[in-house]
């Protein structure tokens, strides 16, 4: 158990339409990252929070949105959602200073039909 | 921009049959390498941390080394149950967030 949670953890859901992942870091760690893994894909790096502070954007698309709030949990939310937007999206916590490694959620599996 | 490459892709070995995984990078001012393991479905889990050139970890049947241009996964007579997608990645010190390679996918047959 890494220590962050992700719910929920399968999602279904038509297209058109708009989600919230939740992420709960690990006790501790200030910083917040999302990423997605489409099917046999990499991970892409979608943006980090720092202590509810945005500190680094990927490539994420303007219909998606995130934010870390006050008890350092974070939230994605996904709109308009399109058929190509299915995908695994994971959470990833690390702790304040920049070497620290980042502990990884189980994911939240999107499906947009 | 840092990069990170993985080879091979994939990689099949009978069990007891040691073998390498290599992880090449390109970083302006390397704060950390990474090495995680996946399961299919699941979330990364981590397995090691490498600072500096010439640095080693070791766990169990995995060993971790580091050049200042790569790093390589050592499997040690591996096991079906170490079958898993091995991913690198790297922090900058010019980056904020870790730059995963593609990974490589490892099947040890029984």
């Known amino acids: 158990d890494s220590g962050v949670t992700q719910t929920p953890k399968h999602l279904i859901t038509a297209t058109g339409q708009r989600v919230t992942l939740r992420c709960s870091p690990r006790s501790g760690d200030l910083s917040v990252y999302w990423y997605q893994q489409s099917l046999d894909q990499g991970l892409q790096f979608l943006i980090q929070y720092y202590n509810g502070e945005e500190r680094a954007k990927g490539n994420i698309l303007e219909r998606f949105s995130a934010q870390q709030f006050p008890d350092l949990h974070s939230e994605l939310n996904l709109s308009s959602l399109e058929l190509g937007d299915s995908a695994l999206y994971f959470c990833a916590s690390s702790g304040g200073q920049g070497r620290a490694e980042a502990f990884f959620g189980q994911g939240t599996r999107l499906t947009v039909v | 921009e840092d990069q990170v490459t993985q080879s091979p892709e994939a990689l099949r070995l009978q069990e007891g049959e040691s073998s390498s995984l290599n992880c090449s990078y390109t970083?302006?001012?390397?704060?950390?390498l990474f090495w995680y393991r996946q399961d299919p479905g699941k979330g990364p889990e981590f397995l090691f941390t490498l600072y500096s050139a010439g640095e080693e970890k070791e766990k169990e049947r995995l060993k971790a080394t580091l050049t200042k241009k790569e790093s390589f996964l050592h499997i040690t007579a591996p096991k079906p149950e170490d079958s898993a997608t091995y991913l690198c990645?790297?922090?900058?010190?010019?980056?904020?967030?870790?730059?995963f390679g593609p990974g490589t996918r490892l099947s040890v047959l029984p």
């Open positions: 970083v302006s001012g390397l704060r950390g």
């Open positions: 990645a790297v922090r900058g010190n010019y980056g904020q967030n870790f730059v």
